[in-house]
């Protein structure tokens, strides 16, 4: 079971990937920010407090990642800091009439950059 969180962020990821490429940002950053939700489910493991929340499963990720060292401390702060701003990108993208500037697509370069990184150290 936990390998398909895996297989999620992956697909979900590529799909990011394609979205940029094609300049669809909002769709882009959507797709991003739940790879890199389903990346944490992965690594979490069992959910905190029997659910998975958007926000804390952030704080859970750094938690576990931290204690097993799963991956450079450096990559673990850039992995947050990402999906703390992707967050708010998702909104923009999901739930408002805004669109996503060039820097945004800039930004999710970046962010697909660091998921791939932490993913290659998942093996």
Request: aromatic share 14%; with cysteine; hydrophobic share 40%.
């Amino acid at each position: 079971m936990k390998e398909n969180l895996k297989r999620k962020a992956i697909e979900r990821l590529e799909i990011a990937k394609w979205c940029i490429k094609k300049d669809f940002i909002s769709a882009c950053a959507s797709n991003l920010y739940f790879a890199y939700f389903n990346f944490f489910q992965y690594v979490v493991g069992e959910p905190p407090r029997r659910r998975w929340q958007h926000i804390g499963i952030a704080k859970a990720f750094v938690h576990k990642a931290y204690r097993e060292s799963a991956v450079p401390v450096e990559l673990i702060n850039s992995l947050k800091e990402a999906y703390t701003l992707l967050y708010s990108m998702r909104i923009t993208s999901d739930y408002s009439d805004e669109l996503l500037s060039e820097e945004s697509k800039r930004d999710l370069k970046n962010y697909i950059s660091i998921l791939e990184e932490a993913l290659s150290y998942e093996g």
